[in-house]
């Protein structure tokens, strides 16, 4: 066993699909939630230095090309996502994943 010490584990995607039609990137969580992120959305939120700088909050990118390519597994915490552009740097963890869950019960409206 080798999770890292003191860190809450988690949830985890037990499904990632890429729905092509909706430009949607579906994931199935561990603990039955299901969330949808519109490619263009994950785009943005490219976790990478390229696109985050060095601010302290997390910043919104505007890219041109958001067509995802490929879907990628980065050991057991986190995706990785290529784009129609060739970018291919941001290491997406699920913890940020899940974060970035954008359904109603995630982010209630006021
Ligand atoms: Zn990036
Ligand atoms: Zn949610």
């Known amino acids: 066993m080798s999770e890292s010490a003191g860190r809450a584990p988690g949830r985890r995607p ?35 230095a390229g696109c985050q700088g060095h601010g302290n909050e997390p910043r919104y990118v505007h890219a041109q090309n958001t067509d995802l390519v490929t879907i990628g597994v980065v050991g057991n915490y986190a995706l990785s996502f290529t784009w129609g552009d060739g970018h291919d740097t941001g290491i997406y963890s699920y913890r940020w994943l899940r974060q970035l869950c954008a359904c109603p019960n995630c982010r209630p409206q006021p």
Not at 25 to 33: C, E, F, K, S
């Open 14 to 48: 037990v499904e990632v699909r890429r729905l092509s039609d909706e430009r949607q990137v579906r994931i199935a969580w561990d603990d039955g939630h299901v969330s949808e992120y519109p490619f263009a959305y994950l785009r943005g939120w490219c976790p990478c």
